[in-house]
């Protein structure tokens, strides 16, 4: 009896586990319609497309810094605003401290003009340029010995009214006044970046000679670009390549200044300077194709009403911008502005049949893992 039983448990549990190998496998298979989730297609597509790097060039006069004759940067702006009207107006005043001054030049170029009125430039009262200026011209005011002095000298950009009862003003841009002059000294100007030229930057490279036999390199020639130093040191070379880094510079879109100098008994002089600014400009557009199959069972499950149909995958951008991917599946696209991480994308399951294609485009580089289309059932 006894034996009996234990045949009859032991046939019973044969029986319970054969239905329990049954149910896993019905679980986990691909085709079944009971899963919560079916991957259509799994892939890893690495990383995709590029871009030329454009490059462009920011060039400086010649100038000199330190303890020395040479001419010396009085005033410097980019750009500027002149006007004389009926009740008030603007002008340009400068003081200059001079050591052993012997001549200036005044220089700047016309923007626009409104009225009849004549730009005018004075140097200590004594009027040395008066003409009315066309936009577009770029007057080169010089004036001598003369006119300058030891110690404070005023100089002064303006316009008249053409008018007892009109008003005049101009816009200038690049407004420069040097004075020839013996004393210690630095240099300062400014170079623009465009918005594009930052968010797509690669390196700036500022490079310039300094002729050996006439400069005294004794102290550090001193280098900074928005107040930030980028370059210290005594120069012995004659060709110097200084490296420009966006977050030490503290580049920004528009105007940034770069300044020269030095002190004690040193003296430099700076040859063909220049900035030569690269950036990601032109992006390769790049495809990736990629097939997979069907069964009609899998596209009964997708077509489901209780299914959501998604592609997924992780995304890193290996350019600074971002650019759209747009998937194309069997002809239908679908765009999507991808996030560093993960990434969904809903698609339609109409969009599924036997045979499928699945198309990757984007401008730019980036790189795609984990990539999977999946159909899942909803909560509820």
Do not use: C
Request: charged content about 25%; hydrophobic content about 30%.
């Amino acid at each position: 009896m006894e034996q009996g039983f234990a045949v009859v448990l032991v046939a019973g549990l044969a029986v319970f586990g054969l239905m329990f190998i049954a149910g896993e496998s019905d679980l986990t298979s691909p085709d079944s319609p009971s899963q919560e989730k079916v991957v259509l297609l799994e892939n890893n597509v690495g990383d995709v497309g590029g871009a030329e790097t454009d490059i462009r060039n920011v060039s400086f006069r010649d100038f000199t810094v330190g303890e020395t004759r040479g001419n010396i940067q009085a005033y410097n702006a980019q750009n500027a605003d002149i006007s004389n009207g009926f009740w008030s107006g603007d002008s340009i005043n400068i003081e200059y401290n001079a050591t052993q001054p012997t001549r200036g030049q005044i220089n700047f170029e016309v923007l626009g003009r409104t009225g009849e009125g004549k730009i005018y430039a004075e140097v200590n009262g004594d009027r040395v340029f008066e003409a009315a200026t066309v936009t577009g011209a770029t007057p080169e005011i010089n004036f001598s010995s003369e006119v300058l002095k030891s110690g404070i000298n005023d100089i002064k950009i303006g316009t008249t009214k053409g008018g007892l009862f009109s008003s005049a003003s101009y816009t200038l841009e690049e407004v420069e006044v040097t004075v020839n002059d013996r004393k210690f000294h630095d240099f300062s100007d400014s170079f623009e970046l465009y918005s594009q030229e930052l968010e797509n930057y690669v390196s700036s490279n500022l490079s310039f000679t300094i002729p050996v036999s006439s400069s005294r390199p004794e102290s550090d020639l001193k280098i900074d670009v928005n107040g930030n130093e980028i370059f210290s040191g005594s120069i012995v070379r004659s060709t110097q390549q200084v490296e420009i880094d966006k977050r030490e510079a503290d580049l920004t879109p528009g105007y940034n200044t770069i300044e020269f100098s030095t002190d004690g008994e040193a003296k430099y002089e700076i040859n063909n300077p220049e900035i030569v600014m690269r950036y990601l400009g032109r992006t390769r557009s790049e495809t990736v194709n990629m097939n997979f199959e069907m069964t009609q069972r899998q596209i009964s499950y997708s077509e489901e009403d209780g299914t959501e149909e998604k592609i997924t995958f992780d995304y890193q951008k290996l350019l600074p911008s971002t650019n759209e991917l747009t998937f194309t599946l069997n002809g239908d696209e679908y765009t999507h502005l991808p996030e560093n991480g993960y990434n969904e994308v809903d698609v339609d399951a109409e969009s599924f049949e036997e045979e499928n294609s699945l198309t990757i485009r984007s401008d730019g580089s980036f790189r795609m893992q984990n990539l999977q289309i999946l159909s899942e059932r909803i909560d509820g």
